[in-house]
């Protein structure tokens, strides 16, 4: 009888012991998970104005619209937001996927890049894609459709994505030579070797101005395509359970018509770090 007693006792004693244990890890996991994300690391393209762009002054920091609404939508949690060079587009990609940077502030969604990111639910601003071509040949280019581009060459920047549509449709009809950086793409459509340039209306005005280039490419008026840009986590991000609280601060964004009123706030910065106030 006292040998069953003593059973029942050791067996409550186990049981009591593994819960407390399930308690005390249960109070350090949470503890360490409310104080893990102290810092979140942002990057973005380094040449897509007034979105993003590498601050001359300062090769190490990104700076343009969509970082301000990161440090915006933190500013109240006591989190240090760093704003980081993480190499070319491509590079920032990576660094993302591998967990070297916690946010990529400014990029088109796709199914590839949803496997290591997670998005905010909506973007933050509408960005139309452009066709650039040369101006000497802008009258005579005919463009209304996708399918007008098949025969053609087309050039962009390595790393660029248009959106799902179009990507898939890009890979299985048309022909397009990749280039480091933009100035590149320019030089390729210059020379002929490419028909046509596309890329981001913005930041391909803006690489026009910075070049000098912009009496001799120009945009087609007709939309590629018209895509949002977005603000995603890393998957690897410690961060990363703060995407609800960023999806309702873009929410907030957009319907206070924020993000919208931020664009020629950060061209004239944009110009200004490049000493192109003069330009239009």
Same mark, same amino acid.
């Given at each position: 009888?006292?040998?069953?007693?003593?059973?029942?006792?050791?067996?409550?004693?186990?049981?009591?012991?593994?819960?407390?244990?399930?308690?005390?890890?249960?109070?350090?996991?949470?503890?360490?998970?409310?104080?893990?994300?102290?810092?979140i690391k942002v +990057?973005?393209?380094?040449?897509?104005?007034?979105?993003?762009?590498?601050?001359?002054? *300062?090769?190490? !920091?990104?700076?343009?619209?969509?970082?301000?609404?990161?440090y915006d939508a933190? +500013?109240?949690?006591?989190?240090?937001?760093?704003?980081?060079?993480?190499?070319?587009?491509?590079?920032?990609?990576?660094?993302?996927?591998?967990?070297? /940077?916690?946010?990529?502030?400014?990029?088109?969604?796709? !199914? !590839?890049?949803?496997?290591?990111? *997670?998005?905010? !639910?909506?973007?933050?601003?509408? *960005?139309?894609?452009?066709?650039?071509?040369?101006?000497?040949?802008?009258?005579?280019?005919?463009?209304?459709?996708?399918?007008?581009?098949?025969?053609?060459?087309?050039?962009?920047?390595?790393?660029?994505?248009? $959106?799902?549509?179009?990507?898939?449709? @890009?890979?299985?009809?048309?022909?397009?030579?990749?280039?480091?950086?933009?100035?590149?793409?320019?030089?390729?459509?210059?020379?002929?070797?490419?028909?046509?340039?596309?890329? $981001?209306?913005?930041?391909?005005?803006?690489?026009?101005?910075?070049?000098?280039?912009?009496?001799?490419?120009?945009?087609?008026?007709?939309?590629?395509?018209?895509?949002?840009?977005?603000?995603?986590?890393?998957?690897? @991000?410690?961060?990363?359970?703060? /995407?609800?609280?960023?999806?309702?601060?873009?929410?907030?964004?957009?319907?206070?018509?924020?993000?919208?009123?931020?664009?020629?706030?950060?061209?004239?910065?944009?110009?200004?770090?490049?000493?192109?106030?003069?330009?239009?």
């Amino acid at each position: 009888m006292k040998f069953v007693i003593l059973k029942n006792n050791t067996a409550n004693s186990i049981v009591t012991m593994k819960y407390s244990v399930a308690l005390l890890l249960a109070a350090a996991f949470s503890s360490a998970f409310a104080t893990e994300c102290k810092t979140i690391k942002v +990057s973005g393209d380094v040449d897509y104005p007034p979105i993003t762009w590498q601050n001359p002054k *300062d090769k190490n !920091e990104i700076k343009g619209l969509a970082i301000q609404l990161v440090y915006d939508a933190f +500013s109240d949690l006591g989190i240090k937001i760093e704003s980081v060079y993480a190499g070319d587009w491509g590079e920032v990609q990576n660094n993302a996927r591998i967990g070297n /940077i916690d946010i990529i502030a400014g990029l088109y969604i796709n !199914e !590839e890049r949803k496997q290591y990111l *997670d998005y905010t !639910e909506q973007p933050f601003l509408m *960005d139309p894609v452009a066709i650039f071509v040369p101006s000497k040949k802008a009258y005579d280019f005919k463009f209304s459709k996708w399918e007008d581009l098949k025969s053609l060459q087309g050039v962009t920047t390595v790393g660029n994505s248009f $959106g799902q549509k179009f990507d898939k449709f @890009s890979k299985k009809h048309l022909k397009i030579k990749y280039k480091e950086l933009m100035e590149e793409t320019f030089d390729e459509l210059l020379s002929g070797n490419s028909d046509y340039l596309i890329q $981001g209306l913005y930041p391909g005005i803006a690489g026009l101005a910075r070049t000098r280039l912009s009496i001799r490419i120009t945009p087609n008026p007709v939309p590629v395509v018209e895509e949002g840009l977005y603000i995603a986590f890393s998957k690897r @991000s410690h961060c990363k359970h703060h /995407i609800k609280l960023l999806s309702n601060k873009v929410h907030s964004f957009v319907k206070d018509k924020i993000s919208s009123s931020l664009v020629d706030k950060y061209f004239k910065l944009w110009k200004e770090d490049f000493n192109l106030t003069g330009l239009k």
